[in-house]
């Protein structure tokens, strides 16, 4: 699918079996969401846009680059703030807007709790952070609010995608490139990813 990129990187892989095992620990676990998105940011950035920037070097002038526009990260609370370090290792100076969403265990429709987004955008790219992408109704309304609040270049980056959540995102928002580490074959009838890595808040934090 067009604007659909999973990783087609080894370590991704490697990492993302070991995230996946249940014999896996809080430690572990999180020490690994990090590494993958660390990994993933590489891929997602990959067209930031950039502008010249001369710098001295001790041996005279370089032509650089930096750059163009302030990065915002978007972590969906609870599971993507597992997200924020690995991009923050490559992307030390993104700002970071959390916003607060809990998929009610019947409809599976999002509920927004947490919203403390200013008036205006401060940022000129966002990259909303979720590790999963299941029936894709949180990261739809969350790029749905990045939009109100005046964000017009959004990315999605998580680590593993169901098609139904993909089909989702990308029917309501086709301008937003979707980066996964995997793509995974199914959601069950309770709306979670198969095979998947169970619940990805739960796995963080050592809840459940
Ligand atoms: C999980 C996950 C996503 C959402 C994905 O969060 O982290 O935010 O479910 O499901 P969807 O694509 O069907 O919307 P959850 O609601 O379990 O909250 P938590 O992160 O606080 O555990
Ligand atoms: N949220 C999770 O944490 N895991 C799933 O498989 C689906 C939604």
């Known amino acids: 699918m067009k604007n659909v990129h999973a990783s087609p990187h080894p370590l991704v892989a490697h990492k993302l079996s070991i995230?996946?095992?249940?014999?896996?620990?809080?430690?572990?676990?999180?020490?690994?969401?990090?590494?993958i998105s660390a990994l993933l940011t590489y891929e997602a950035t990959l067209d930031l846009e950039t502008e010249p920037r001369q710098v001295e070097t001790p041996m005279g002038v370089a032509q650089g680059r930096s750059t163009k526009k302030e990065l915002g990260l978007v972590?969906?609370?609870?599971?993507?703030?597992?997200?924020?370090?690995?991009?923050?290792?490559?992307?030390?100076?993104?700002?970071v807007w959390h916003i607060g969403l809990y998929r009610d265990e019947k409809t599976l429709q999002p509920v927004q709790y947490y919203n403390k987004l200013?008036?205006?955008?401060?940022?000129?790219?966002c990259l909303v952070l979720d590790p999963m992408l299941a029936?894709?109704?949180s990261a739809a309304a969350t790029v749905g609010i990045l939009k109100d609040w005046g964000v017009t270049q959004i990315k999605y980056m998580g680590i593993i995608?169901?098609?139904e959540g993909i089909e989702h995102l990308s029917s309501q928002h086709p301008d937003v490139p979707i980066y996964l580490g995997a793509v995974d074959e199914k959601l069950n009838d309770i709306g979670y990813i198969v095979p998947g890595l169970g619940d990805a808040g739960d796995r963080q934090f050592g809840t459940g």
């Open 75 to 95: 972590p969906i609370l609870r599971a993507g703030l597992g997200m924020v370090d690995g991009v923050w290792d490559l992307v030390p100076d993104a700002q």
């Open 161 to 163: 995608g169901a098609p």
């Open 19 to 35: 995230l996946r095992d249940k014999s896996t620990e809080p430690r572990k676990f999180r020490e690994l969401v990090r590494e």
């Open 118 to 125: 200013p008036t205006l955008p401060t940022v000129g790219v």
């Open 135 to 137: 029936t894709g109704g």
